[in-house]
């Protein structure tokens, strides 16, 4: 367990393993602890860097603040700064994916290889208006609510359906997390730091290798907008997996783990002779 200082914030992030550095960003209400179960396979592989974005985790709380994802962004720069990293592989879900959209456009001489999960170009009105939903519920300081309000939707139907024992204890976990004021406001605080995420103008900036993954079911990000991500990234790759929603590392952690360390592990790109 790691921090370093950023404007004068403290961040907190981890590492584990050795080799080639992979960055893995955090969904928006996931923590540098939700990746655990992956890290023993994962850094078999990789240095795997996890960090928790300002208002996550264990890092500062920006409280009375507004801000945008560009404050991520360049904390994300400022991590390698300080490990002492000229680049490294990014990978991002859903938030931490448009992170990494920016990243790799704003900073590209430090992006090897790019995986998005879950995402899309911007922040849709569709988009939009379920996130200030998530506002709306959270004011009411009622965590049951806001469970109600913001989980569900995040799984497909299919794993919701067949796993209905573990939702029902990830529930009675959550609820109290969901009832503290002070995690309700971070959540409100990133959710609307996302309003303004819009790098359609930009993807042709992105010149490194891309891997781009929608999930079926997924009905926060659905298929057309990584369709959209695949038609104007240069030197991208685009898959799609079936009966799986928003949290596809958790519903599918095979195809997830299967493709990190495929992706970024492989050495040759081009086997034309």
């Known amino acids: 367990m790691s921090t370093f200082n950023y404007m004068d914030l403290p961040v907190h992030y981890e590492l584990d393993g050795t080799g080639e550095p992979l960055l893995i960003l955090n969904g928006i209400m996931m923590s540098t602890k939700s990746w655990q179960p992956f890290i023993p396979t994962l850094s078999e592989h990789f240095q795997i860097i996890r960090l928790d974005f300002l208002d996550q985790g264990q890092s500062a709380r920006l409280v009375g603040k507004t801000y945008t994802q560009e404050i991520q962004v360049d904390l994300i720069?400022?991590?390698?700064?300080?490990?002492?990293?000229k680049s490294i592989h990014v990978c991002g879900i859903s938030y931490g994916a448009e992170v990494?959209?920016?990243?790799?456009?704003?900073?590209?001489?430090?992006?090897?290889?790019?995986?998005?999960?879950?995402?899309?170009?911007?922040?849709?009105?569709?988009?939009?208006?379920?996130?200030?939903?998530?506002?709306?519920?959270?004011?009411?300081?009622?965590?049951?609510?806001?469970y109600k309000t913001t989980i569900p939707v995040i799984y497909s139907p299919h794993f919701y359906e067949?796993?209905?024992?573990?939702?029902?204890?990830?529930?009675q976990i959550l609820i109290p997390i969901f009832s503290n004021p002070a995690f309700l406001d971070q959540m409100e605080r990133l959710t609307l730091s996302a309003e303004s995420f819009d790098v359609r103008k930009d993807l042709s900036k992105i010149n490194c290798p891309t891997f781009i993954?929608?999930?079926?079911?997924?009905y926060l990000t659905p298929?057309?907008?990584?369709?959209?991500?695949?038609?104007?990234i240069k030197d991208s790759q685009w898959i799609k997996i079936p009966q799986t929603g928003h949290a596809s590392m958790y519903e599918k952690p095979l195809i997830f783990t299967t493709l990190l360390t495929g992706f970024f592990g492989v050495k040759d790109t081009s086997y034309l002779i």
């Open 100 to 146: 990494a959209l920016q990243f790799a456009i704003k900073y590209p001489q430090s992006t090897k290889r790019l995986m998005l999960f879950n995402c899309g170009a911007y922040t849709s009105p569709w988009l939009s208006e379920i996130g200030k939903s998530w506002i709306l519920t959270g004011k009411t300081r009622d965590g049951a609510h806001y």
């Open 162 to 171: 067949e796993k209905i024992e573990w939702m029902k204890k990830r529930e």
């Open 223 to 232: 298929v057309f907008e990584q369709e959209y991500l695949s038609q104007n």
């Open 213 to 218: 993954i929608s999930a079926e079911e997924d």
């Open 77 to 85: 720069q400022a991590l390698l700064l300080h490990l002492k990293l």
